[in-house]
């Protein structure tokens, strides 16, 4: 649970002191094709390879 707030809270930093665009507004289920948004990973395993193999994080957790 502490890694995940972690993550969230850097995610939220490095979009709002980049003034990142988080894209259009989703209303309802954001899984709806019409919104074509990337599927989050399936599997505890898919998403630690998919944080492993991140670059930004790693600058907020210490890990470069």
């Given at each position: 649970p502490t890694?995940?707030?972690a993550v969230i809270l850097a995610g939220m930093h490095?979009?709002?002191t980049n003034n990142i665009?988080?894209?259009e507004k989703?209303?309802?289920n954001a899984f709806e094709k019409q919104?074509?948004?990337p599927p989050l990973p399936?599997?505890?395993a898919e998403a630690q390879a998919l944080f492993e193999h991140g670059k930004l994080l790693?600058?907020?957790l210490?890990?470069?």
């Open positions: 890694m995940v707030i490095l979009g709002l665009d988080a894209g989703v209303w309802g919104y074509n948004l399936a599997t505890l790693k600058r907020y210490n890990e470069a």
